[in-house]
């Protein structure tokens, strides 16, 4: 019976990766990151989220180019309502950045409709943290943001206060479910992360997330 359990949790697994990577479409060259599907928490959609890999991205005046002279370069952008994930194809050579940084897109549409009740949770989680000084990240994306905060930000709770707040948690999904456990965009301490960990756990991991 033990043997069965087991067979049996393995074999429940590989079906949520299955159904997971259902969900999206890998468009042109460039191979699926399949060792996060069965990572991840269960996903639902009504529609598939289409992924393309292009070359050299970068970001300007709030667009998403590809081999441009200008912009800062980017390693991915997201389309909420075109359902749609671009990646930097550079990123086929680094499997482990190209799995975090996937989540974090995808975390994207799971932050749009995680619900207002679960945003203000994890915003104390943050605020927690930011009120106490915390230094670090889990990746640049958030941190490059949280530099940049003042404390009118948090208090007022502004564009820029809340723009931060979805890039924090799409770095924790990364950092969590993604398979490096060591990269030099980790910055946040033990007992930060450890928080972290503990609210997704309890808020995210155990229900099936839409996207």
Same mark, same amino acid.
């Given at each position: 019976?033990?043997?069965?359990?087991?067979?049996? /949790? +393995?074999?429940? =697994?590989?079906?949520?990766?299955?159904?997971?990577?259902?969900?999206? $479409?890998?468009?042109?060259?460039?191979?699926? #990151?399949?060792?996060?599907?069965?990572?991840?928490?269960? @996903?639902?959609?009504?529609?598939? %989220?289409?992924?393309?890999? $292009? #070359?050299?991205?970068?970001?300007?005046?709030?667009?998403?180019? =590809?081999?441009? #002279?200008?912009?800062?370069?980017?390693?991915?952008?997201?389309? @909420?309502? /075109?359902? /749609? %994930?671009?990646?930097?194809?550079?990123?086929?050579?680094?499997?482990?950045?190209?799995? $975090? %940084?996937?989540?974090?897109?995808?975390?994207?549409?799971?932050?749009?409709?995680?619900?207002?009740? @679960?945003?203000?949770?994890?915003?104390?989680?943050? @605020?927690?943290?930011?009120?106490?000084?915390?230094?670090?990240?889990?990746?640049?994306? &958030?941190?490059?943001?949280?530099?940049?905060? &003042? +404390?009118?930000?948090?208090?007022?709770?502004?564009? $820029?206060?809340?723009?931060?707040?979805?890039?924090?948690?799409?770095?924790?999904?990364?950092?969590?479910?993604?398979?490096?456990?060591?990269?030099?965009?980790?910055?946040?301490?033990?007992?930060?992360?450890?928080?972290?960990?503990?609210?997704?756990?309890?808020?995210?991991?155990?229900? #099936?997330? =839409? %996207?």
């Amino acid at each position: 019976m033990k043997h069965s359990f087991r067979a049996s /949790k +393995s074999s429940h =697994s590989r079906r949520q990766a299955a159904n997971n990577k259902d969900l999206f $479409r890998f468009l042109g060259e460039g191979d699926a #990151p399949d060792a996060v599907f069965g990572r991840l928490p269960q @996903l639902r959609a009504r529609r598939a %989220i289409n992924v393309t890999f $292009r #070359p050299h991205l970068t970001a300007y005046k709030g667009k998403l180019l =590809s081999r441009a #002279p200008h912009g800062d370069a980017v390693y991915a952008g997201c389309f @909420l309502r /075109k359902r /749609k %994930i671009v990646l930097d194809e550079q990123m086929l050579k680094t499997p482990r950045v190209l799995e $975090r %940084i996937f989540v974090h897109e995808v975390f994207h549409f799971v932050w749009s409709k995680l619900g207002a009740k @679960l945003r203000s949770s994890y915003e104390q989680l943050v @605020l927690d943290e930011f009120e106490a000084a915390v230094v670090g990240e889990l990746g640049w994306s &958030a941190e490059s943001m949280k530099l940049q905060l &003042a +404390s009118s930000d948090c208090e007022l709770r502004t564009r $820029r206060w809340k723009d931060y707040l979805c890039e924090s948690f799409c770095d924790t999904a990364g950092w969590l479910f993604g398979t490096a456990r060591q990269y030099s965009e980790m910055t946040l301490g033990r007992e930060q992360r450890d928080a972290r960990r503990r609210w997704f756990r309890e808020h995210v991991v155990r229900r #099936p997330l =839409s %996207i």
